[in-house]
């Protein structure tokens, strides 16, 4: 079992900035660079949609073009940990924010639909004012 634990969510200004974190915990017998980790967003009546992920080795990241060039995923698996960086907020950022993780094989890129991952956090609220 994992366990995901999200932190860094609030409410911010449009063009501001926020750094989530998702810590990982558990006894899954891996280390915790050998899964994907992924974000994801859900806003009020919408559904759950992809964000960014990173492969295992840290070496590829994949946005969706809605946020490219605006947010940074990275992970510091020393820490068991992933991040997301946002930069210049818009309200329609506005969502709870996911941490997932996968444990499948596969090439990262293809790892863009919910179904993919295997566990995730509780989630945290992203609010983005105008």
């Known amino acids: 079992q994992v366990q995901l634990v999200e932190s860094g969510g609030g409410l911010v200004q449009a063009g501001g900035s926020l750094r989530l974190s998702c810590a990982a915990s558990?006894?899954?017998?891996?280390?915790?660079?050998?899964?994907?980790m992924g974000w994801f967003r859900q806003a009020p009546g919408k559904e759950r949609e992809f964000v960014a992920n990173i492969n295992r080795s840290g070496s590829y990241t994949y946005y969706a073009d809605s946020v490219k060039g605006r947010f940074t995923i990275a992970r510091d698996d020393a820490k068991n940990t992933v991040y997301l960086q946002m930069n210049s907020l818009k309200p329609e950022d506005t969502a709870v924010y996911y941490c997932?993780?996968?444990?499948?094989?596969?090439?990262?890129?293809?790892?863009?639909?919910?179904?993919?991952?295997?566990?995730w956090g509780q989630g945290t609220q992203v609010t983005v004012s105008s």
């Open positions: 558990g006894r899954s017998g891996r280390t915790f660079s050998s899964y994907i």
């Open positions: 997932a993780l996968s444990g499948r094989p596969g090439y990262s890129g293809s790892f863009n639909g919910a179904g993919r991952y295997d566990y």
